[in-house]
């Protein structure tokens, strides 16, 4: 009996995606639940498992293709068998069939069945391989190992210093340099869609503030071991914004609403996005009911957030429905920036690089630490006096949090 493997739904207005790589092969055997396939959508990675134990017989998708919801992609054969583990042999592999992970040879397995003659006996069967595989020449590395034998790492570090030479030879000596053509990612497809559509659609203007980081520095470094022993995570400032932006949305609601069609939708949810940047491309991760948590509680989110984006281990719900985003590019030493709109929301606010500079404060000259903040805002929905009241709020909220306290 044969089960088939189809695409999961991928949730919504996701309407396809990408076999981005098979992790078993075809004639494998695969137990039940065991991912066998990793797909690549607009908006995250996920794996496809294997619905029963068998051998993998076919696989009906390549690396590449494009697939919808409920596709077959792969056809498992239930009536197999899962190979025997062979039993352990006390005899040990001639030097040139040896293959030694990166353990064993850690651990010693290097000095099984070496010949003291040459430099290629000299290696490790993990050393040769890898010598193979970069152009190595054995004969002219010295060992580190034991008894001068060549270790996996003399090599790498061989070929790394090789690429290195070649990479600062004159450019007349090698000639031009070439050009790479690599396919877009679909997220980075995504991306790009969703900016452009964007920029096509909302009236996009940005405003500008500065906000006196002082106060809420001092908190932190007041508080900061204190808020660790209690609660296990460090104090960042994007639970300040957090609070603040939710502060200034209660008080300027329009941008915290959308157009849809001819109707605005005005929501008395705060669900805020935190954008995180990872080698994929950008994802916004979405804070539900943020007006509902503590700071710790919100600390923990982006950090839980923050993790699962390198990992790629966000879901669909982690990236859906919110309702205002937080873009902090001060993490990359971003200075000013204008940030675009996520949509189909109506504003976000971008952090920037906190920097000394010397500002006036009662008439005197002092250096204090400044951030400038920018807010991005749908003009079709938001007016001006609105976009510049609430990035006053925040800026006032962060200025002087005892404000939050008293909800003025």
């Given at each position: 009996m044969?089960?088939t ?47 029963v ?38 005899k ?62 003399d090599v ?161 719900e ?28 109506s ?62």
């Amino acid at each position: 009996m044969t089960q088939t493997v189809k695409v999961p739904q991928l949730g919504e207005s996701i309407t396809e995606a990408t076999i981005a790589r098979w992790l078993k092969k075809e004639g494998e055997y695969v137990h039940a639940d065991e991912p066998i396939a990793e797909l690549e959508t607009d908006k995250i990675n996920l794996e496809v498992n294997a619905p029963v134990a068998g051998q993998l017989k076919q696989q009906k998708a390549k690396e590449g293709d494009t697939v919808k919801p409920g596709a077959s992609i792969a056809v498992i054969d239930e009536t197999a068998k899962a190979a025997p583990t062979p039993e352990k042999s006390e005899k040990k592999p001639a030097p040139a069939e040896e293959e030694v992970s990166d353990v064993e040879e850690e651990t010693g397995s290097e000095e099984v069945g070496f010949d003291d003659t040459d430099s290629t006996a000299m290696a490790s069967p993990a050393a040769r391989k890898i010598a193979q595989d970069k152009g190595v020449a054995l004969t002219s590395l010295q060992g580190s190992g034991k008894e001068g034998r060549i270790t996996k790492e003399d090599v790498l570090k061989a070929a790394a210093g090789d690429q290195q030479k070649k990479s600062h030879s004159p450019l007349g000596k090698k000639g031009p340099g070439t050009t790479k053509r690599v396919k877009m990612s679909r997220l980075r497809q995504r991306i790009a869609e969703r900016l452009k559509e964007a920029q096509s659609t909302a009236a996009i203007l940005t405003t500008f503030n500065e906000i006196d980081m002082s106060v809420v520095m001092q908190a932190r470094q007041k508080y900061k071991e204190a808020f660790i022993e209690k609660y296990g995570i460090k104090l960042g400032f994007m639970s300040f914004f957090t609070k603040a932006v939710i502060a200034a949305l209660h008080q300027y609601p329009v941008i915290n609403a959308e157009i849809e069609g001819d109707d605005i939708l005005y929501k008395t949810f705060f669900n805020i996005g935190v954008a995180v940047g990872t080698d994929q491309g950008l994802v916004v991760p979405v804070i539900k009911n943020a007006e509902h948590m503590d700071y710790h509680e919100i600390e923990k989110s982006i950090s839980a957030f923050a993790q699962n984006a390198q990992a790629g281990k966000l879901t669909l719900e982690d990236l859906s429905g919110g309702t205002f985003t937080i873009s902090n590019g001060g993490t990359y030493g971003s200075l000013l920036s204008t940030p675009i709109l996520n949509p189909p929301q109506s504003g976000i606010l971008g952090l920037h690089k906190i920097e000394e500079r010397p500002i006036a404060v009662n008439g005197e000259v002092v250096i204090r630490p400044m951030m400038y903040v920018a807010l991005s805002y749908d003009h079709r929905l938001v007016d001006g006096k609105e976009a510049v009241g609430f990035l006053v709020a925040v800026k006032q909220f962060m200025e002087d949090p005892t404000r939050l306290l008293l909800n003025i």
